[in-house]
């Protein structure tokens, strides 16, 4: 391993939550924080999935914030399993597996099946969205996050590239981001049925600027920065409303699987 991620793995380790806060992006703490309120929300213990877990932040605040209300974590992603090294103290049961969603994949039967900033990347999201909903028990729940189509088309004036798209799926967002309308789409040929559509992440065009024409070395201060200053009503709209949607940077839907 070099020098960095060591110094990267020991600062988690040993500072923990504050230097997760101010180095990684904070508006996916915020998207998390709906995840555990709705976790909370339902006060039951669960076994979660994370399809396209990334870095497994959700892990990391699950138990920090809810850990008597997770009995297991299975984390799905390419390179999954290099995060065993750095969940190895966790006292969550977890899994990670290393996968190409696209593929045939099955972990078995969750209770929460949790999908965060994912679909857009992906052309066949009501194929991925399919192996989803089998992969939860029914009366079981699908909580999604992506970005807010209306936010981006509203923003698009002050940064146009918030409109790209590649042609390809090639890490890139393959559409400009989702609708109400279209997360009823999404379950089509499911089980799954749309109980719930939210807001998160209250941003103008100056906090795009910052986030996204800021160098990354200055990451860190951007997000102390927000930290101390946005409080809950920047994080959530609850339940979502026309116009919040264009007001917050992501969208957020919670589905109930027959």
């Not at 290393?98 to 949790?114: E, I, K, R």
């Amino acid at each position: 391993m070099s020098l960095l991620p060591q110094v990267d793995q020991f600062l988690f380790s040993h500072v923990g939550y504050p230097y997760m806060r101010i180095t990684r992006d904070d508006s996916s703490f915020e998207r998390i924080l709906y995840l555990i309120q709705f976790l909370r929300s339902r006060n039951e213990r669960v076994r979660l999935l994370d399809v396209g877990c990334g870095g497994a932040i959700s892990l990391y605040m699950v138990e920090r914030e809810i850990p008597d209300l997770v009995s297991g974590f299975v984390g799905a992603d390419f390179k999954a399993s290099r995060l065993y090294a750095r969940y190895k103290g966790f006292k969550t049961p977890h899994e990670f597996h290393d996968t190409n969603l696209d593929d045939d994949w099955n972990f078995g039967q969750f209770d929460v099946a949790w999908c965060s900033e994912c679909l857009e990347h992906i052309v066949d999201d009501n194929g991925v969205f399919k192996k989803i909903c089998r992969s939860v028990k029914p009366g079981g729940y699908i909580v999604v996050s992506m970005p807010s189509e209306a936010h981006r088309k509203n923003n698009a004036g002050n940064m146009p590239e918030l409109m790209e798209t590649s042609p390809t799926q090639d890490g890139g967002h393959v559409r400009v981001g989702y609708t109400p309308e279209s997360l009823v789409d999404l379950a089509r040929g499911t089980s799954a049925e749309l109980v719930q559509v939210d807001a998160i992440t209250r941003c103008d065009a100056t906090y795009l600027r910052r986030r996204y024409h800021w160098s990354p070395a200055l990451q860190p201060l951007r997000n102390t920065y927000y930290t101390l200053t946005r409080n809950e009503s920047d994080f959530y709209a609850l339940p979502a409303k026309p116009g919040d949607l264009k007001e917050f940077q992501s969208i957020a839907a919670v589905y109930r699987v027959a």
